[in-house]
């Protein structure tokens, strides 16, 4: 149904776009299963002669993580057997000039495609993204076009739907791969319980893809933003932003009520929420409360309480599948990675089938030492492998796609 690599011709000036969308610290992108994953296709085009210019994203406009991809391009390189040049431009001058000193063997990284306003009009057909200036600009430098970005592939970005519509068009191993492996958990029918574990700070995400998992799933465990929220509909004084807090919360719950208010309605007796929360007490140590104790939201909160995991665990041991998707907690600080790793644990601990589903949620699996065999799936994506859930189609899938 796609071009795959196998059906590029040799020595291509090529075009490829990658999803290195990380952890940011100090500025600085965090090494992440993604840069290993794509590094392997990056290496394939480099091996068998291409020149290879990378497009990629980091962040979202607004955000802390929204920053330069200049520190990719050497995360990525030590995945690799040579250097990533990077130039801070995508199709002005300076990218116009990298790209044309790119020769066989080259690796060049442009700079995040969402400093351009052209990229994210979200509202444009995939033919308006390929009249955009960004596209005609970009196309005519080169042979073909690879996406391999199947983590963004739920977002009608030009740098994902424009390009194929201007350019030859051919799907990277990486895409293809976690194409398959999610389309074949969303066809695959289980005769025992499905669980679902979903928390993480993309809160949209997750809550329009319960909208549509109802028949998938049997049991819901809910933790990070989305636990909050899910609380603050069900009537507890959470989900709501502090004076200096992230700003996760309102927005998101204002934007989101309707649904919630929905799925609680519909089906809120599958939907497990926390039951005791953990945040950073006086002295800087973990401390923990029961949620009916909160009388106001005066702290941030950081984890679900042992209480919470206490619950969730049982649903766990006695599934058929189990699907996680986003971290219940602050893993990356050992204080509150508990509910995380406990959640992960007892996954890894039972026989079910199990996909774990988000870059970041993948990562803890090796942080914390949980055996990637015990896992049937790690996948680098998140929303994309919760839109695939839903059987909603993808955009970069419905770009590349030859039928
Ligand atoms: C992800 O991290 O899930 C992808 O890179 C998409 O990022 P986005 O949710 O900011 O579009």
Known sequence: MFQTLDDLAPDQRLLVRLDLNAPIEDGRAQDHRRFERHADTVQELVDDGHAVVLMAHQGRPGRDTFVSLESHADVLASHLDRAVSFVDDVYGDDALSAIDDTERGDVLLLENVRFLEDEELGDRSPEDHARSEFVQTLAPEFDAYVNDAYSAAHRAHASIVGFPQAMDAYAGRVMVDEYEYNTSIERRDFDGKVTMALGGTKAEDVIAAMDHLDETVDQFLLGGVVGELFLRSAGYPVGYDLPDGTGLYDDNY???EAIIERVLDEYGDRIALPEDMAYED??????????????????????????????????????????????????EDERFNYGTIEVLRAVADSDCFSVVGGGDTSRTVTMYDLGEENF???????????????????????????E
């Open 376 to 402: 049937d799936h790690l996948s680098i994506a998140g929303g994309a492998y919760l839109r695939a859930l839903t059987g909603e189609p993808l955009a970069a899938v419905e770009a590349l796609r030859q």
């Open 254 to 256: 204002e934007k989101n």
């Open 282 to 331: 006086e002295s800087g140590d973990r401390a923990e409360h029961d949620v009916d104790d909160i009388d106001e939201k005066s702290v941030s909160y950081m984890d679900v309480g042992h209480g919470t995991v206490e619950t969730y665990a049982p649903h766990i041991e006695e599934s058929e599948a189990v699907l996680v998707k986003g971290a219940l907690g602050v893993f």
